[in-house]
């Protein structure tokens, strides 16, 4: 029972301080995942970093396959940064060895009292990870504490006796982890074991070569359903392990390997035990990351073919796996939500230049588009509910729920886009067309309202809160209203003057209704992204009125 429960401290230690480390260095891992990873050896340090950070290279590698899935990132980028996690995920190991326990108690009062009592979530953050540090330590005292007993058993050490043998240590240690789906936890408990006396290095080292095949599990179980580049991800994953495990296990076998660990740390087996873990993931990493071109071959041959291309109806940047870290998932649903918004503002350029042009040529891409459009709509609604259940920094949790209105907005310009499309068909064939004024009506009014689009995009695209910007934006809105109404009225002077055919002027009509509620939804995107009311600021840029002739 004290094991167990020192295995669930332990668990939920590495989790908090995990939690905290990824809360903490959140915009700063976005950042780096995004710009770092286009050279492999780059790649193998963001690797070593995220995993150091978030704790896990299981959920590492789940979060890379992720990405190779959604095309954010190639198989060549990806093996960089696996070998690059197989080390970071060393690091709670190291930490163990140099074994704290002494301070535990107060590093979890201190953590405590500074996520209960400081408002400030950067303070929180560290707090959390300082407690679940002492979480992590406690753990591992009361594991190593249960298994004391263990030591004195002859069944038992005849049973940790046997793991010298390389294939069932090797098998032990595959099946633990694959079972706990974490290496770093199944190195922790191999450590409470040595710290106990109940396993020497010589009995655990075939163990460790395990548990860094069995790490591979994860991954490969999240690579199911996904697009072969991203099976080959979690191939290339299993092969770098094994591999690594078969070149050490001849080295043991050998040499004496273990013998040499243990001059280096004699008297800890803790410290022994973490020293073979560093050694393992580092020297595989160097030899295969330079090589990493075969791996991808190899990768290439188990699982043969290539991808289907992506229908537009598609997330292109969303994947269910990169939800394991909160951070670099808002990254992604921002990607999401501005393609979404670029693909509204070039269906909004096609459908005008049908209605202005008479261009019909892209009238079927314009119907693809919209619904491409409320296929994004669905899609990143049903990931915001998603992501909202995540522990998140209060700024990504205030952008997220602004973005609930922002993707309906983009929605509602996609539809408007269509209407003016079926307005130019109407045209079309009723054999009419715009008189040269209303052309150019038309034609400043649509540079008008593209140009309140494309400045609301940028605006979201920033994620910078900008009120004067939303000001601006609202501004241009009120006179593009002001414009539409006094088009309206000079329009139908023209048709009881008999200069405009009754078709062409209801179309005239009905295209300036749909600009101005564009426009409407432009303020919309710009004033979601700001705590401000449309009316609390005014704008300082003066802006012309739309000309009217």
Avoid at 16 to 24: Q, R
Avoid at 267 to 273: D, E, H, L, P, R
Avoid at 534 to 545: A, D, K
Wanted: aromatic fraction near 6%.
């Amino acid at each position: 029972m004290q094991l167990a429960g020192g295995l669930g401290l332990f668990l939920f230690g590495m989790k908090l301080m995990g939690d905290g480390l990824e809360m903490a260095a959140g915009s700063k891992l976005r950042g780096m995942i995004e710009r770092l990873t286009k050279n492999k050896y780059m790649g193998a340090l963001v690797g070593l970093v995220v995993t150091a950070v978030i704790q896990s290279s299981s959920a590492t590698t789940v979060m890379v396959v992720g990405f190779v899935n959604a095309g954010l990132m190639n198989l060549a980028q990806a093996v960089g940064v696996i070998m690059g996690a197989n080390i970071g995920t060393t690091v709670t190991g190291v930490m163990i060895a140099i074994n704290l326990t002494a301070i535990a108690p107060l590093a979890v009062l201190i953590g405590v009292v500074m996520i209960s009592f400081i408002k400030r979530n950067s303070v929180k953050h560290i707090g959390q990870i300082i407690a679940g540090f002492g979480i992590l330590f406690m753990g591992m005292k009361m594991m190593s504490t249960a298994m004391e007993p263990l030591s004195e058993s002859e069944v038992f050490t005849s049973l940790m006796t046997s793991f010298s043998n390389p294939l069932l240590g090797v098998l032990v240690g595959l099946v633990f982890t694959a079972i706990i789906q974490s290496s770093s936890a199944s190195v922790g408990v191999l450590q409470a074991l040595g710290a106990a006396g109940a396993i020497t290095l010589p009995s655990a080292i075939y163990v460790i070569y395990g548990q860094n095949i069995g790490t591979c599990v994860t991954a490969l179980i999240s690579s199911v359903g996904t697009s072969k580049t991203a099976r080959r991800t979690a191939v290339v994953h299993l092969m770098f392990n094994v591999f690594g495990a078969i070149l050490f296990i001849v080295i043991s076998m050998l040499f004496p390997f273990a013998e040499l660990v243990q001059r280096i740390a004699p008297g800890s087996v803790m410290a022994q035990i973490s020293i073979v873990h560093v050694i393992f993931n580092i020297v595989c990493t160097a030899i295969m990351l330079p090589l990493s071109s075969l791996l991808v071959k190899v990768a290439c041959k188990v699982i043969p073919g290539s991808d289907p291309v992506k229908s537009s109806n598609s997330l292109a940047y969303l994947d269910a796996r990169i939800l394991s870290t909160p951070p670099v998932a808002v990254a992604q649903l921002f990607k999401e939500v501005d393609r979404m918004g670029q693909l509204a503002k070039e269906t909004l350029g096609m459908a005008m230049d049908a209605l202005i042009t008479q261009d019909n040529t892209k009238v079927d891409q314009i119907y693809e588009n919209e619904n491409t459009i409320n296929f994004l709509n669905r899609g990143i609604a049903e990931y915001l509910v998603k992501i909202n259940g995540l522990d998140l920094e209060d700024y990504d949790r205030q952008a997220l729920g602004s973005m609930y209105h922002v993707i309906s907005d983009m929605e509602r310009i996609g539809d408007h886009s269509e209407n003016l499309c079926e307005l130019a068909q109407t045209l079309k064939k009723s054999k009419q067309k715009f008189s040269p004024w209303a052309v150019e009506q038309a034609t400043e009014m649509r540079n008008r309202v593209e140009a309140m689009l494309e400045e609301a995009l940028q605006m979201f695209a920033s994620r910078e809160t900008q009120p004067q910007m939303a000001a601006d934006i609202n501004r241009r809105e009120e006179i593009i209203d002001d414009a539409t109404q006094e088009l309206k009225d000079l329009h139908i002077e023209r048709l009881n003057q008999g200069k405009c055919s009754v078709v062409a002027g209801t179309v005239f009509m009905d295209m300036l209704t749909n600009l101005e509620r564009i426009a409407d939804h432009c303020t919309n995107i710009a004033y979601s992204m700001t705590n401000q009311k449309n009316h609390e600021l005014q704008s300082t840029i003066p802006v012309e009125p739309v000309a009217v002739r």
